[in-house]
Structures are given as structure tokens and as C-alpha cells.
């Protein structure tokens, strides 16, 4: 099979090809970051894709600086809505899967049990209202052979993550505030990876379908501060505060805990606890430093 991985310079994209060369297979992988294939340009798109056929497609890419999204909304519907309904239509003509990453801010957050793929969806930020958009595009440009998976909380060894930002910071200060009031589930990069590679391999052309995947476990981001310092033996002192003492410009959900079991069920897929998962990602990191 071909296989087109775009977002080649994002953690997930980065970890996929880790995945691939630590696991070779027959396929042929493609990966493409924005100078190949810009999804803010809807002519780069189609000239793209009149040169180039696949038999998946792994969507990546995507805008998530959630808090600059409210003062860039057109752009970040482009790439997160409009750019992905083109590369739905694509997909269809190309009679490609599709598989495309979305996120667990498609939900307000108010939910007191994990959220279900079923639940009701109400995005609070502009971020998540583009991906839910996304979503909603997909499903209508491709009713079968395309899998929608949310995913939260992602991080990985390549940076520009929670965890990365507490290491940083926790280095140049003696203590820190973290918010302890807005509750998930931390998602390995590297855990979704293989999960979004096994869904590549399936061949069938089934319905179009949406997944939870994360990590297993609910906590705050206190929490996951607090255990990141202890498993890197940093003796930085973290102090919980509530979401009201650290505003920002776009509104966070308070609870995105998602349930799982559907991806397990159907896919046979597992979900390592989320201590497991950060724990071999810190010995990553340990060991390029």
C-alpha cells in the first residue's frame, strides 16, 4: 500500500515515521509537511493530489495553538474544516481511506462521566469548533472508508508539549502553578501512532466511523505536572490553582475524560495506563539529553 502521512514535522507525524523505521513493513510512506502540501492553500491541495495517488491517507496536520485560534479563526477553519472536506472529497475519488485525527475539545467539558462517541458535541473555543466542523465534513463527503479518531492531551519526546513546557520551566524556577481543576487523559504520541497504523492496515471499506483513543486514566494537569517532576527526579515544587486564576484567551473544557471502549472493541486495540506511557517517554528523553 501507499500511504500519505501529512503533518510530517508535528509529535504525531514524527512519531509515526519512528514507528516505521523501528517496525519496516511492505508499505510505502509518504510524508509531507506544509512545503509539499499546504492545507491552507485549497489550489496547492488539488495540484498535490492531481500528481500524486494513495491508498491511505493519515491526516496529521492540523492547526492546534488553541489560544491563538480566537484572533486567527479564517485560517484556522481553512486548515482544520474546509482543508479537510477537500481532502475528503479527494479521498473519495481516489477511493483512499481516510484517517483523521480530531480531539476531545469537540466537547464543553460539563459532562461528570467519560464522554462516549455518541455523546452530544459543543466545542467551546474556536479550535474545537473547526474540528468538529472537520469531522462533520468528512462524514458527509465519505460515509464509508473513512475513521475519525479523538484524541487528548498528546505529547511525545519531539516537543512543543505539556510535558516538554513543564521540564523547561521546571529547570529555571523552584515552583510552579498548575491548573488542577481541568480534567483528561494524557495520550502518548507514540501509543497513537501504532493505533493509527493498524487502522491502515485494515482492508475493508467499512462505514466511516469515529474512536476515542487515549491513554488510560482521568486526571488534571496538577496531576500529570506532579508526576512528570517525580519520574525526572526534579524536586520543583507544583501548587494546584483553579482555571479562574490562570485565564486565557480561549476557554478550556473542564472534563474531557473519554471512554475508550469502543476503539478496544472493535479494533482490538489497547489503551496502556497513561503512567505507563509517560514513564517510557521520560526514558526517551533521559537518554537524548
Known amino acids: 500500500m501507499k500511504i500519505l502521512v501529512t503533518g510530517k514535522n508535528g509529535q504525531l507525524g514524527q512519531s509515526i515515521h519512528q514507528v516505521v523505521i523501528d517496525h519496516p513493513t511492505a508499505d510505502d510512506f509518504v510524508f509531507v509537511g506544509r512545503s509539499e502540501l499546504d492545507l491552507n492553500d485549497p489550489v496547492n491541495i488539488d495540484q498535490y493530489f ?9 491526516n496529521c496536520a492540523a492547526y492546534t495553538a488553541v489560544d491563538r485560534a480566537e484572533q486567527e479563526p479564517n485560517l484556522v477553519d481553512q486548515v482544520n474544516h474546509l482543508s479537510v472536506k477537500q481532502l475528503a472529497t479527494i479521498a473519495r475519488k481516489q477511493a483512499a481511506k481516510l484517517i483523521h485525527i480530531s480531539t476531545d475539545y469537540v466537547f464543553d467539558g460539563e459532562s461528570g462521566i467519560a464522554y462516549q462517541e455518541t455523546d452530544d458535541t459543543h466545542p467551546i473555543n474556536v479550535y474545537g469548533a473547526t474540528k468538529l466542523a472537520g469531522e462533520k465534513a468528512i462524514q458527509v463527503e465519505m460515509p464509508t472508508n473513512a475513521v475519525i479518531v479523538r484524541t487528548s492531551w498528546v505529547y511525545s519526546e519531539y516537543g512543543g508539549n505539556f510535558v516538554d513546557t513543564m521540564i523547561k520551566l521546571a529547570k529555571q524556577r523552584s515552583e510552579l502553578s498548575v491548573v488542577a481543576d481541568q480534567l ?19 482492508q475493508k471499506q467499512l462505514p ?21 517532576f517525580a519520574l525526572c527526579k526534579i524536586g520543583c515544587l507544583v501548587k494546584p490553582i ?34 505507563q506511557s509517560l514513564a517510557a517517554c521520560i526514558v526517551i528523553l533521559e537518554k537524548q539529553s
Open 50 to 58: 492531481d500528481q500524486h495517488q494513495f491508498d491511505v491517507i493519515i
Open 208 to 228: 466511516t466511523a469515529i474512536y476515542h483513543f487515549c491513554n488510560q486514566g482521568g486526571i488534571s494537569w496538577f496531576d500529570f505536572a506532579k508526576e512528570i
Open 242 to 275: 483553579k482555571t479562574a486564576q490562570y485565564p486565557t484567551p480561549a476557554p478550556r473544557p473542564k472534563n474531557t475524560i473519554m471512554d475508550t471502549s469502543k476503539i478496544k472493541q472493535a479494533l482490538s486495540i489497547e489503551t496502556p495506563p497513561w503512567q
Open 184 to 202: 483528561g487523559s494524557p495520550t502518548y504520541a507514540g501509543d497513537l501512532a501504532k493505533v493509527l497504523l493498524k487502522i491502515a492496515q485494515e
